[in-house]
């Protein structure tokens, strides 16, 4: 899979405790598959001129080739999966990029507050620069120790334990961090921006 998987394996599937008492959160179902959603089907993404791009708000844009990215440091994470439509996957283990990674080589401005998360289906969905920066954001490429399959979002997504899933960006080419909020997607749809599943903050 990757040139540079990390050993251990972090474990996230404790962090309810910062909400409660309650691993499943309430009005969601466990299940024993991993369900695929999207917007509008998987997009055929050619992996040779795949880039991940971070901007704006920024000192020192990047950009990577799909190599180069996965040459970054990273790491490997265990947690829960919450989709808004009532599901729950438990015990995800995801490789790749820690949010904090990108974070420490762009120089992020003082003033920038939310980012927006950029997909190559069209898909966006913003968070607060506070929520990406702690543990478990994660730019993934893998998943189980295999490539992140195409349908969950390979060859890179977003990861969000302490969000339902909306929020992690599948096929994401690029972070862009803003001054101010711009809503994404499903955001501007009625869903929830802040989205906290413990809370069931699932529509705005
Ligand atoms: N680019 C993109 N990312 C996306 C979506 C999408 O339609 N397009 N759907 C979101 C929703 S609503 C969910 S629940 C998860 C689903 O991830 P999965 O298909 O791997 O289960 O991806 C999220 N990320
Ligand atoms: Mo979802």
């Not at 990577?64 to 009532?86: E, K, M, N, W």
């Not at 009625?190 to 069931?200: F, I, L, M, R, V």
Request: proline fraction near 6%; charged fraction near 25%.
């Amino acid at each position: 899979m990757a040139e540079n998987v990390a050993e251990e394996t972090e474990d996230l599937t404790d962090l309810y405790r910062e909400y409660g008492d309650d691993r499943i959160p309430p009005g969601q179902r466990e299940t024993d598959g991993f369900p695929v959603l999207s917007k509008s089907g998987t997009p055929s993404v050619d992996h040779g001129a795949y880039t991940f791009e971070a901007w704006g708000a920024v000192d020192e844009p990047q950009r990577y080739s799909l190599p180069a990215f996965r040459d970054l440091p990273s790491a490997t994470q265990r947690q829960d999966f919450h989709c808004v439509t009532g599901w729950s996957k438990l015990d995800c283990t995801f490789t790749g990029v820690r949010f904090s990674e990108i974070v420490d080589r762009v120089g992020v401005h003082d003033d920038a507050t939310h980012v927006l998360f950029h997909a190559i289906d069209g898909y966006t969905t913003n968070l607060p620069l506070a929520a990406c920066n702690r543990e478990g954001v994660l730019f993934a490429y893998g998943y189980d120790g295999e490539d992140l399959p195409a349908d969950h979002g390979g060859p890179v997504r977003v990861v969000t334990p302490h969000k339902y899933a909306y929020k992690g960006a599948k096929w994401v080419e690029g972070v862009e961090f803003l001054t101010e909020r711009t809503l994404g997607y499903w955001e501007k749809r009625g869903y929830s921006d802040t989205a906290n599943p413990w809370n069931e903050e699932r529509y705005s």
